[in-house]
T-cell receptor
Framework: AQTVTQSQPEMSVQEAETVTLSCTYDTSESNYYLFWYKQPPSRQMILVIRQEAYKQQNATENRFSVNFQKAAKSFSLKISDSQLGDTAMYFCAFHNNAGNMLTFGGGTRLMVKP | EAGVTQFPSHSVIEKGQTVTLRCDPISGHDNLYWYRRVMGKEIKFLLHFVKESKQDESGMPNNRFLAERTGGTYSTLKVQPAELEDSGVYFC??????????????FGPGTRLTVL
């Protein structure tokens, strides 16, 4: 069974600074997909970024980028130039190539301070 | 384009009562998923529909939970009778593509269920 671990329950960062959220996972699969989802307070969860395991290049979406280390089974999210609107719960998630079920980590609550 | 919607947003019921949650996926999405997050724990998969068929229901906790997707459109999740441990946030998600490969799942806002 796959597991996803987010070791930082809460983090804070000053506006305009950079923050990195950690995620590790465990799987015996060689082909799979990794995701970061964001859930702002009282709002629905949205996809921030995704990474296919077969791609060596790290995914980037504007101020959001990942550091995907396949051998270490690590998938961290870097948020550059943090904005107040980045305040949210961030969930790391995984699914293998055979199915569509997402396996989530416990989440990291990020607070961006002015 | 309307996103995934869920109704109700909150539900408070007594132990032993029945509650039915509804999810309307994005139009044209064949895949519909139910997840839930109980207090302070991970979001856990419950089941997956492809159109009206249950593709994977391995996450359903017990037979008090019944999910349906009539006509392959909206889905309902009924809890009968509700127990205290059923309290949590129930999320619905939908995606377009079939099983395998990868397809972005779009989530609804969730239904917060409180069983007293």
């Amino acid at each position: 069974a796959q597991t996803v671990t987010q070791s930082q329950p809460e983090m804070s960062v000053q506006e305009a600074e950079t923050v990195t959220l950690s995620c590790t996972y465990d799987t015996s699969e060689s082909n799979y997909y990794l995701f970061w989802y964001k859930q702002p307070p009282s709002r629905q969860m949205i996809l921030v970024i995704r990474q296919e395991a077969y791609k060596q290049q790290n995914a980037t979406e504007n101020r959001f980028s990942v550091n995907f280390q396949k051998a270490a089974k690590s998938f961290s999210l870097k948020i550059s130039d943090s904005q107040l609107g980045d305040t949210a719960m961030y969930f790391c998630a995984f699914h293998n190539n055979a199915g569509n079920m997402l396996t989530f980590g416990g989440g990291t609550r990020l607070m961006v301070k002015p | 384009e309307a996103g995934v919607t869920q109704f109700p947003s909150h539900s408070v019921i007594e132990k032993g009562q029945t509650v039915t949650l509804r999810c309307d996926p994005i139009s044209g999405h064949d895949n519909l998923y139910w997840y839930r997050r109980v207090m302070g724990k991970e979001i856990k998969f419950l089941l997956h529909f492809v159109k009206e068929s249950k593709q994977d229901e391995s996450g359903m906790p017990n037979n008090r939970f019944l999910a349906e997707r009539t006509g392959g459109t909206y889905s309902t999740l009924k809890v009968q009778p509700a127990e205290l441990e059923d309290s949590g946030v129930y999320f619905c998600a939908s995606s377009q593509r079939g099983v395998g490969g990868s397809d972005t799942q779009y989530f609804g806002p969730g239904t917060r269920l409180t069983v007293l």
